[in-house]
């Protein structure tokens, strides 16, 4: 919005000329996003506070967390409030990929609303059933991908897979890469929500991730950079970075209240928006295997609980002291705030590990 108003001042104002930079408004992006979060947050937890939506700890979960009943939980309301504002005020709002993605982020902090709010209602922790919000997952992501597969109608999108190290390695997808997006975007989500059992752990990670993908869809929007790296050129995607950098914005804004003691917990509403934010940015500019890498730490954490429930209903043994995997480290005797920052060095290094790939194909 900030484009459309400014940039055409240039002329009498020559500091307007900035506007028309990627990066300038990305820059800006982040800055928004964490004066939004910064200037809201203490009004939304006491709200949340007054409105009694607190969060309900289940007695199986690790004695420590006990303390931690009463914190107030749907703080993913200021991650999206600061995500979105930012984004309409500096991306380029005639940029055509940037509706689909806000309407997955959005869609999915919507289905995590309804299953927190219904939790707060029925006073304990039970939303949606486990059907009705994979329903409403697919539903979601479906619409999404079904967009993305037509609009490769227009030329400026393509179903193809990247592979990464294998840059010449494209395999047309057709009509099975709906089902592919779809998996990508529930997956994603549902893995930043395992993630977020622990303060700052979920949102540390997104702000790792989501500066990871600032960089690679800023890449993947210039034709120069894209041909350099051997990576697929989306065009009118370099738009997206400052959604990117308006995530980076609303996660350093959420930890602030998210770092540990916990102020407020962001909620299924934070926690699936966010996994959809990253995994349709994932899909738009073509990086959605390297999402695999680049999101690590959310893989590995899903990973555990898969082999814990499958170990646990085949040899009724578990693999892991409690999944996901945080807290099984918290269980062996980490504290909370050293399982979260050696957690974000894992995430950090997973980071690295997925640009450095850009080069080696
Ligand atoms: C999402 N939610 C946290 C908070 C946050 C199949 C099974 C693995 C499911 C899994 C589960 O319930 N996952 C739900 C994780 C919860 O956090 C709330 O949920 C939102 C995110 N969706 O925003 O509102 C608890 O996490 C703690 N927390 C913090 N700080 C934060 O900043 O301390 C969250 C955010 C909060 C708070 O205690 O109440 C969660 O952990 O439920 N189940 C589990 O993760 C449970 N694991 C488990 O049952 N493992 C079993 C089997 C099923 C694999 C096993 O290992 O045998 C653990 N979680 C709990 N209790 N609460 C352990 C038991």
Redesign the pocket.
């Known amino acids: 919005m900030l484009y459309a108003l400014l940039y055409s001042l240039r002329d009498h104002f020559g500091a307007m000329r900035l506007f028309r930079y990627i990066t300038f408004r990305g820059a800006l992006a982040i800055l928004i996003a964490l004066g939004i979060s910064l200037l809201l947050g203490p009004m939304l937890i006491r709200s949340l506070q007054r409105l009694n939506l607190r969060?309900?700890?289940?007695e199986?979960?690790?004695k420590g967390?006990q303390v931690?009943a009463g914190t107030p939980?749907m703080g993913?309301l200021l991650i999206l409030a600061a995500l979105t504002c930012s984004s309409l005020l500096c991306i380029r709002l005639d940029t055509p990929l940037f509706w689909p993605l806000l309407f997955s982020t959005l869609a999915f902090g919507g289905i995590g609303f309804a299953d927190?709010f219904l939790k707060m209602k029925r006073r304990q922790?039970l939303g949606l059933s486990a059907k009705q919000k994979f329903m409403l997952q697919i539903a979601a992501a479906a619409a999404v991908a079904v967009f993305l597969y037509r609009y490769q109608a227009t030329g400026l999108y393509d179903t193809a897979l990247t592979v990464p190290f294998f840059k010449e390695l494209h395999p047309q997808l057709g009509l099975w890469f709906i089902p592919f997006a779809v998996v990508v975007i529930v997956g994603a989500s549902n893995a930043v929500?395992?993630t977020?059992?622990?303060?700052?752990?979920?949102i540390g990670s997104t702000l790792i991730a989501a500066s990871t993908y600032a960089i690679l869809t800023y890449a993947a929007g210039n034709t120069i950079i894209a041909g350099y790296l051997g990576i697929p050129y989306v065009r009118d995607t370099g738009e997206l970075t400052v959604f990117a950098a308006s995530l980076v914005g609303a996660s350093l804004g959420f930890l602030w209240f998210?770092a540990h003691p916990?102020q407020v917990?962001?909620?299924?509403v934070?926690?699936l928006a966010i996994g959809a934010a990253i995994g349709t940015l994932a899909l738009i500019i073509k990086e959605e295997l390297l999402l695999v890498v680049v999101g690590g730490l959310f893989v590995l954490e899903a990973i555990s609980?898969i082999l814990?429930?499958a170990s646990?209903k085949s040899r009724k043994r578990?693999i892991?002291r409690?999944?996901?995997l945080h807290?099984h480290f918290e269980l062996g005797g980490w504290a909370?705030t050293q399982v979260v920052v050696r957690f974000w060095i894992v995430a950090i290094l997973f980071a690295l590990m997925g640009l450095a790939t850009l080069k080696i194909r």
């Open positions: 969060q309900y700890i289940r199986e979960g690790p967390h931690k939980t993913g927190d922790n929500n395992l977020d059992g622990l303060d700052g752990l979920a998210n916990a917990f962001m909620g299924d934070g926690s609980v814990q429930v646990y578990r892991f409690c999944a996901p807290h909370e």
